[in-house]
């Protein structure tokens, strides 16, 4: 079993900043990458950040230059930050990560967090 427990939503006014944070542990041989998705009201879930055991980042385009995902990889753990918030960023944060079982099947596999509520609001 693996858990995904995220933590760091909340409410912010629009210019503010949030420090998103989630940690996986459990049945873990090594994290291929870790993310964040979100799911704005009435809309699709979409991707915001990623980052690979490498270092390598990709970020959506409304995430870059406002928003940095960096990770502890000796911890599994991703953190998004956040910053010039606005109000269509208002959305449910998804954790996600892609890793490899340390008993079971073999290959990667992808797991989600429960979410995490951010709403940007004067």
């Known amino acids: 079993q693996v858990d995904l427990v995220e933590s760091g939503g909340g409410l912010v006014q629009p210019g503010g900043s949030l420090r998103l944070s989630c940690a996986a542990s459990?049945?873990?041989?090594?994290?291929?990458?870790m993310g964040w998705y979100r799911q704005p009201p009435g809309s699709e879930r979409e991707l915001v950040a990623v980052?690979?055991?490498?270092?390598?980042?990709h970020y959506a385009d409304f995430a870059k230059g406002r928003f940095t995902i960096s990770s502890i990889s000796d911890k599994n753990t991703v953190n998004l930050q956040m910053n010039n918030l606005k109000t269509e960023d208002t959305a449910v944060y998804y954790c996600?990560?892609?890793?490899?079982?340390?008993?079971?099947?073999?290959?990667?596999?992808?797991?989600w967090g429960q979410g995490t509520q951010v709403t940007v609001s004067s």
């Open positions: 996600t990560t892609s890793l490899r079982l340390l008993v079971g099947a073999g290959g990667l596999h992808d797991y």
């Open positions: 459990g049945n873990i041989e090594s994290v291929n990458a």
């Open positions: 980052i690979t055991s490498y270092g390598d980042t």
